[in-house]
């Protein structure tokens, strides 16, 4: 079995279970300043799926391409920590307040740039977002086939993988020739923990703009190690249309943003009587929540 070039579609998305009333912007993107950040939960399913395959076949390399501002670069640390070969960090002004299609655009120009490659994987969706349209959105800008909702590799060979899909009602085992896209749903294996000696190896990897505030001895580790910098792309660096990235190549547009905060008084607490799940149900059905 002859190796694979796989990459990771990562996100760098804000923590939704510490979301305040300034996690919006007034033009309706996320005030991510304001927010702490977490690893996408799908991606690292994805994460994990790509590096038992790199178990699975000696010589496989895991890429994470990852697009976000610089703080980003801590998806690219934690992705080397668990297993990952290399790391890219797609970073520019110019791409904040990209919708899902300019998004996907920004990402297919950095998968190309680090083509050729046999396998490319992400999350099923982003919790900031929950669309799940960049990982089929990228696979129809490469024009390679997709997989969705992919929860356990069956089978590899040369030329193509064979793979079972969680879906609603049941499992669907489905083959795709390579190159292809798969998204990858949180029925999958849980993401491996952190290795001890690569935590050690990469807690110093640094993109360029980090190191623009770096002391002697980081800029001086990083000459004699090379492989801690972490490439970082520029809007010249992958050759994107700035007329199809950031806000400017995002038709969708948010006009309103509204917080809402539940209160104890709208809270209502029954018992296991049945005159008050009577009145439950009927409240339900009047409200058309059920029936």
Wanted: aromatic fraction near 4%; hydrophobic fraction near 35%.
């Amino acid at each position: 079995m002859r190796p694979l070039k796989i990459v990771v579609l990562a996100k760098q998305v804000p923590d939704t279970r510490h979301v305040g009333p300034d996690a919006m912007k007034p033009d309706g993107t996320v005030n991510r300043g304001k927010l702490s950040t977490v690893f996408n939960p799908d991606d690292l399913h994805a994460l994990e799926l790509a590096l038992n395959i790199k178990d699975r076949i000696p010589g496989t390399t895991v890429t994470l391409l990852t697009m976000g501002p610089p703080k980003a670069a801590d998806i690219i640390r934690e992705g080397y920590y668990r297993g990952a070969d290399f790391g890219v960090m797609i970073s520019d002004r110019r791409f904040g307040g990209a919708d899902t299609l300019a998004t996907s655009y920004t990402l297919v120009k950095g998968i190309k740039k680090l083509a050729p490659y046999d396998l490319v994987l992400s999350g099923r969706q982003a919790i900031d977002g929950d669309t799940a349209q960049v990982g089929p959105q990228c696979a129809d800008k490469l024009n390679i086939p997709q997989v969705t909702y992919v929860e356990e590799v069956v089978q590899i060979t040369n030329d193509k993988i064979i793979v079972r899909r969680r879906l609603s009602k049941g499992v669907e085992t489905v083959s795709s020739p390579f190159p292809c896209l798969m998204t990858v749903h949180g029925s999958s294996p849980t993401c491996r923990s952190r290795h001890a000696k690569k935590v050690m190896q990469y807690k110093y990897a640094r993109t360029k703009t980090e190191l623009r505030s770096a002391d002697e001895m980081l800029l001086s580790l990083h000459q004699k190690r090379p492989y801690l910098t972490i490439p970082e792309w520029s809007v010249e660096d992958i050759e994107a249309n700035v007329e199809k990235i950031g806000l400017n190549g995002s038709p969708t547009k948010v006009k309103s943003v509204e917080n809402i905060v539940l209160t104890a008084n709208e809270a209502k607490f029954l018992t296991e009587s049945d005159a008050d799940i009577e009145m439950m149900i009927k409240e339900l059905i009047e409200h058309h929540t059920i029936g």
